[in-house]
């Protein structure tokens, strides 16, 4: 980097924006060569000359962009048909979660492992397993008749989208070389904020003018073209001598992973003395020791734990599992709090949700040449203080609160976003030697789903808390419901007022639909209470550990 930092840009130079909407990091996630472009070998020998690029460069550039757009909008334009959803498969609070915690899950576990096997069988054969499997989990998604269904459909979607993220710039890296490589990328980051942009107004059109399961099937047309130009125009890619899986950590790490997001999800309805999620923290906590071990003593390792000695390294983690557990995680309950409780279509929540957007858009333009300039411990840290400030700033609601209310806090908070994304993505890389930039950048975005899965469940643990308690304590000022509180709690979780309003007596209908707003409404503020203070500690920690005397000097050659 310029200035008082060593250039640690790597494969993801400082000054270009290349975060996914969700703020996932794209970086040659799972690649363990593509950072390394110049020709030589890591101790200055020099190997044998790298093919030249494909003349069907743009070809690949096409297909790698309409993959990356599939994918990442799927991560955005679900969020604001959730409350039809729930309404469609008479889903509950739970089901909702697991919908979207389980393409978290199968993304953040496959990552690293699907890069491996890209570098040993074909990055172009791996990419076309990705994009079939994408496809036809978002047809099964809409063909979902149920939750279950929904949610494995989902899993299998986090399944191909892991595949297809982890190689899709390898593929550009292969491709291109020199000037127009820098002008790929360029392109590539500039879809990754369409995505952004157009994901929940593309999705509340789509669910208000169609319905839910058309954010699934807009999939399909996508895939199938991506699909037949990779056929026809992609040249195939491998690394020789490609590490093996390591699929011992891989099933540890998911098993572990799995079991904490089942046990925080599960004591939203029960509670952190049951015994069933007493035993799933106590599992996780055993395996994810196990996993620990087996990865110190193997030669393979899916996490090179030697890389969390590093300072920086851990606070750009810190970072990436902050920004995502707090800001990111929360926007399933803003779009619930739209839909349900001010009782706005999903294209009306999704309008609003741009406010975000627009902050992450315009900020990360600033951001990125502010990158190059000066440390990046002074654009992440205070960009997660302006996150978590913008959460905090969001609370104070009530049962006759206006959607505007939350104005200035989603500016910031998505101003906030802007901010951290752009340097986080040249963090996740800068601390390591090219040839650990693919593993440092995968870990980086594992962890970034890490959050948004533990995240929505920890706050979903705390709202569901938050409304059964409300309910209980003020139902007692309505005559004759004492009884009524258990369904009413769940009438606000589920989104399902309206159905017991219409059993009620007409004369008890007004207190009791105040009731549940102002339930839904001071548990909305309890989670952005947590979120705003995970999203502050996050900031305080990532500027105390990130230091430029981390950050190791990377070759400009094909940066």
């Given at each position: 980097?310029?200035?008082?930092?060593?250039?640690?840009?790597?494969?993801?130079?400082?000054?270009?924006?290349?975060?996914?909407?969700?703020?996932?990091?794209?970086?040659?996630?799972?690649?363990?060569?593509v950072a390394d472009t110049s020709g030589k070998a890591p101790h200055g020998r020099t190997r044998a000359a790298r093919k030249p690029p494909t003349p069907d460069k743009w070809w690949t550039l096409t297909a790698v962009c309409l993959g990356t757009f599939m994918l990442l909008l799927d991560i955005t334009i679900v969020n604001v048909a959730l409350p039809d959803i729930q309404r469609s498969l008479h889903a509950s609070f739970s089901d909702l979660q697991w919908v979207v915690d389980a393409y978290s899950l199968t993304l953040a576990a496959l990552l690293l492992t699907a890069g491996s096997l890209a570098d040993m069988y074909g990055r172009r054969k791996l990419y076309l397993v990705g994009l079939s499997i994408f496809s036809l989990a978002s047809l099964l998604c809409g063909l979902s008749d149920g939750s279950l269904m929904l949610q494995l459909s989902r899993g299998l979607q986090g399944i191909g989208g892991s595949i297809m993220f982890s190689v899709s710039l390898a593929l550009l890296a292969d491709a291109f070389r020199g000037k127009d490589r820098g002008v790929a990328f360029g392109i590539w980051g500039t879809i990754t904020g369409l995505a952004v942009a157009i994901?929940?107004?593309?999705?509340?059109?789509?669910?208000?003018?169609?319905?839910?399961?058309?954010?699934?099937?807009?999939?399909?047309?996508?895939?199938?073209?991506?699909?037949?130009?990779?056929?026809?125009?992609?040249?195939?890619?491998?690394?020789?001598?490609?590490?093996?899986?390591?699929?011992?950590?891989?099933?540890?790490?998911?098993?572990?992973?799995?079991?904490?997001?089942?046990?925080?999800?599960?004591?939203?309805?029960?509670?952190?003395?049951?015994?069933?999620?007493?035993?799933?923290?106590?599992?996780?906590?055993?395996?994810?020791?196990?996993?620990?071990?087996?990865?110190?003593?193997?030669?393979?390792?899916?996490?090179?734990?030697?890389?969390?000695?590093?300072?920086?390294?851990?606070?750009?983690?810190?970072?990436?599992?902050?920004?995502?557990?707090?800001?990111?995680?929360?926007?399933?309950?803003?779009?619930?709090?739209?839909?349900?409780?001010?009782?706005?279509?999903?294209?009306?929540?999704?309008?609003?949700?741009?406010?975000?957007?627009?902050?992450?858009?315009?900020?990360?333009?600033?951001?990125?040449?502010?990158?190059?300039?000066?440390?990046?411990?002074?654009?992440?840290?205070?960009?997660?203080?302006?996150?978590?400030?913008?959460?905090?700033?969001?609370?104070?609601?009530?049962?006759?609160?206006?959607?505007?209310?939350?104005?200035?806090?989603?500016?910031?908070?998505?101003?906030?976003?802007?901010?951290?994304?752009?340097?986080?993505?040249?963090?996740?890389?800068?601390?390591?030697?090219?040839?650990?930039?693919?593993?440092?950048?995968?870990?980086?975005?594992?962890?970034?789903?890490?959050?948004?899965?533990?995240?929505?469940?920890?706050?979903?643990?705390?709202?569901?808390?938050?409304?059964?308690?409300?309910?209980?304590?003020?139902?007692?000022?309505?005559?004759?419901?004492?009884?009524?509180?258990?369904?009413?709690?769940?009438?606000?979780?589920?989104?399902?007022?309206?159905?017991?309003?219409?059993?009620?007596?007409?004369?008890?209908?007004?207190?009791?639909?105040?009731?549940?707003?102002?339930?839904?409404?001071?548990?909305?503020?309890?989670?952005?209470?947590?979120?705003?203070?995970?999203?502050?500690?996050?900031?305080?920690?990532?500027?105390?550990?990130?230091?430029?005397?981390?950050?190791?000097?990377?070759?400009?050659?094909?940066?």
């Open positions: 980097m310029g200035g008082s930092e060593p250039d640690a840009s790597g494969p993801d130079r400082p000054g270009r924006d290349r975060s996914g909407p969700d703020g996932s990091d794209g970086s040659d996630v799972g690649r363990s060569d994901g929940p107004l593309l999705g509340g059109a789509l669910t208000t003018g169609l319905s839910w399961e058309w954010i699934f099937y807009v999939n399909l047309p996508i895939g199938v073209i991506a699909v037949a130009i990779t056929v026809v125009k992609v040249a195939e890619s491998r690394q020789p001598g490609a590490r093996h899986p390591d699929w011992a950590g891989f099933v540890l790490f998911t098993a572990a992973l799995s079991s904490l997001v089942y046990a925080l999800i599960k004591s939203s309805h029960d509670s952190f003395s049951d015994s069933v999620v007493i035993g799933c923290l106590t599992a996780a906590v055993v395996l994810m020791a196990v996993f620990v071990a087996v990865e110190l003593r193997t030669t393979q390792a899916m996490f090179d734990l030697s890389l969390f000695r590093k300072p920086t390294f851990t606070g750009g983690l810190v970072a990436a599992f902050g920004l995502s557990a707090s800001i990111l995680s929360m926007l399933l309950y803003l779009v619930l709090y739209l839909q349900d409780v001010l009782g706005f279509s999903a294209l009306g929540a999704g309008v609003r949700l741009l406010l975000i957007s627009a902050g992450i858009l315009v900020v990360s333009t600033v951001s990125g040449r502010l990158s190059s300039r000066m440390p990046v411990r002074y654009l992440i840290g205070p960009g997660l203080l302006l996150t978590g400030g913008g959460l905090l700033w969001m609370r104070g609601l009530d049962a006759s609160s206006e959607w505007t209310h939350l104005i200035p806090g989603m500016i910031m908070s998505g101003a906030g976003v802007g901010l951290v994304n752009p340097p986080l993505a040249s963090t996740a890389v800068g601390v390591v030697q090219p040839a650990h930039a693919g593993m440092a950048s995968g870990i980086n975005s594992t962890f970034r789903q890490i959050g948004i899965a533990t995240g929505i469940a920890l706050l979903g643990t705390l709202f569901s808390s938050k409304i059964k308690s409300y309910v209980a304590d003020h139902i007692g000022a309505i005559p004759g419901l004492s009884d009524l509180a258990p369904r009413i709690s769940t009438a606000v979780e589920s989104g399902t007022v309206s159905q017991i309003l219409a059993s009620l007596p007409a004369e008890v209908r007004a207190p009791v639909r105040q009731l549940t707003a102002a339930a839904f409404t001071s548990g909305l503020n309890e989670i952005l209470l947590v979120g705003g203070i995970i999203a502050i500690a996050a900031g305080v920690i990532s500027f105390a550990t990130i230091r430029t005397k981390d950050f190791a000097q990377q070759p400009s050659d094909g940066a």
